[in-house]
């Protein structure tokens, strides 16, 4: 530390200026006189977006697609994210890239926002201990992430200029402990502060977040870094905490002429200079450019991480799996071409695609094939449509490949509704009608509503899992995989019953969450709103038996355990889920919230204990007058759940 303060001690105003704002869009500033370099970001986070500097335009460079966000959170799984890190570090040193953007853990308000496939999940526990689990698997291989998009940015829709209206408690219970977690068990080495504004003030020039929580209560000891064009005022941002502003900005003079007036104190530019730096020489330390990378071994994680996180939403009569000795049809346009991530900056160029066409043939199963749409529209005709209830009719069984275009989702824009293309629900009519075996896969980064739900045998969320996401499909229509994904978010019957229907968007730039701390299942369950599919909702294609709950109390917090048993005929795995329930208290609560989860493996007949310690946390709510957490004295129910909509088995513990 004291060779930092001395090498910033010797640069000029003007290069401290430039040092806290990139060289390009990628790199930050070297300063070859003193012997500092570039550290290199790119683009994430399911995959390396890199620009390849050898060629004229710049094009990325091919890498593997893994799963989005909104597949791998419905694994429940902190050791699979970890591994899918570590895959995604080793592929970044191989590439040259020091710092991966991402992960996001921005909290799913809405069913609408355009970059939700980006994000994990309208719970702020699971979000957290998911992003932990995903960063430190990328710094395990010596290559830093930065942590997204800090805070509140729950929508693609004037994004630059919205402020995000919140009241303290509901930015303390639901949007900042997500980041708390990650920063508390991970420690990115950067944090992304966001395009909104929060309360009026933009979130790289507000202090309150960026130094008084985020730095000194929570103790994040990295740098601070711009969304790319989010800071409008040089020397506010970097008075607040913000370090580095990317990406190149013809602004540095207003740094120079804010020190120079006595607006801005060279002591806090000093501050920010010295983290670049630490970065700089962090990055320069851990560089193992010869770390060898598969991309076979890579695609292979790639489908396995998927499949583990696809989630099966109905499955009548026991449709699936799928026999390979039946006469099946594969219709739609995304069996051949799948939709596997979403538009804009983490848009990858995949290094190849596997289509649940191909893994089909590769397994040996013969399929017949209608393209029904056309995949980039997502719209038919009455030829396409023809074809494919002709395909249906002359097979055993249908499945039926539907979902939301490219078009419906991307970076920069919210989508206008939670319907499919009219053609994707005309569609499952007409399949299920000429086949009433017919089962549906989804590809989709975002709820949607399914007026057609009662029809089909079968229902599979594939969500938009990557570039092997066909072979995942078919790992769990033929059941060489059992399913074992659960959902991350609510899926409303329609859009007007999310609780953030009548205040999303927001009037002019201020965006009230008037819903307050009851985003998702919180609303849904205190509510008794009825649901499509709740929270943490999934099938399996085994049985699983819980016995023997435990809850006691310890200390300012409580101890449980709780046997699981798979009761079927097929190995599987079991996503446990533990709710805190208030009984008799004061203060407004939901009427659960998860508090803990584990996913676990089990062969038929085998049995696990799983155990779970709770902290008082667990237990508290954000007292607005003592700016702190608190329990309330009261009955507390600790819950096993099948989803946040139907317990299991239930404990009490009282404080």
Known sequence: MNDIKNLVSQLTLEEKAGLTSGKDCWLTKAVERLGIGSARTSDGPHGLRADDYSRDDHATMPAVCFPTAVTTAASFDREMLFEMGKELGRECQSYGVDVLLGPGVNIKRSPLCGRNFEYFSEDPY?????????????????????????????????????????????????????????????????????????????????????????????????????????????????????????????????IVEAVKNGTLSEEALDLCCERVLELVFKSEKNRRRELPFDPEAAHALSRKCAADSLVLLKNEGGMLPLSKGDKIAFIGAFSKTPRVQGGGSSHIRETKLTSALEAAAEAGVSVTYAAAYNPETGESDENLIAEAVKAARSADKAVLFIGLPDSMEYEGGDRPHMKLPEAHDRLVRE??????????????????????????????????????????????????????????????????????????????????????????????????????????????????????????????????????????????????????????????????????????????????????????????YWDIEAHDWKVESGKFGVEICKNAHEAIMSGEVEF
């Open 126 to 254: 699971l979000a957290g201990e998911l992003g932990a689990a995903f960063v430190n698997g990328v710094q395990s291989e010596g290559v830093g992430t930065s942590l997204k998009h800090f805070f509140a940015n729950s929508q693609e829709t004037r994004r630059f200029t919205s402020s995000s209206e919140i009241d303290e408690r509901t930015i303390r219970e639901i949007y900042l402990p997500a980041f708390e977690t990650v920063v508390k068990k991970a420690q990115p080495w950067t944090i992304m502060a966001s395009y909104n504004k929060i309360n009026g003030t933009y979130s790289t020039a507000n202090r309150l977040y960026l130094d008084e929580i985020l730095r000194k209560e929570w103790g994040f000891e990295g740098l601070v870094v711009s969304d790319w064009g989010a800071t409008h005022d040089r020397a506010a941002a970097v008075e607040a905490g913000t370090d580095l502003t990317m990406p190149a900005e013809d602004t540095d003079r207003q």
């Open 431 to 620: 399949i299920c009608k000429a086949n009433p075996e017919t089962a549906v896969v989804l590809h989709n980064g975002s709820p949607v509503e399914m007026p057609w739900i009662d029809q089909p045998k079968a229902v599979l969320e594939a969500y938009l899992g990557g570039q092997a996401v066909g072979g995942a499909v078919v790992d769990i229509l033929f059941g060489d995989v059992n399913p074992s994904g659960r959902l991350a978010e609510s899926f409303p019957r329609r859009l007007e019953d999310n609780p953030s229907y009548l205040y999303y968007i927001g009037e002019g730039d201020r965006v009230t969450y008037n819903e307050g701390i009851f985003v998702g299942y919180r609303y849904y369950e205190t509510k008794k709103q009825e649901v499509l599919f709740p929270f943490g909702y999934g099938l399996s294609y085994t049985e699983f038996e819980y016995s023997d709950l435990s809850v006691k109390k310890a200390g300012d917090g409580a101890e449980v355990s709780v046997k699981v048993k798979n009761v079927g005929v097929r190995e599987g795995k079991e996503v446990v889920q533990l709710y805190v329930a208030p009984e008799k208290v004061k203060m407004i609560r939901p009427k659960r919230e998860l508090k803990e989860f584990a996913k676990i493996d089990l062969r038929p007949g085998e049995e696990k204990t799983v155990r779970f310690s709770l902290p008082a946390r667990a237990f508290s």
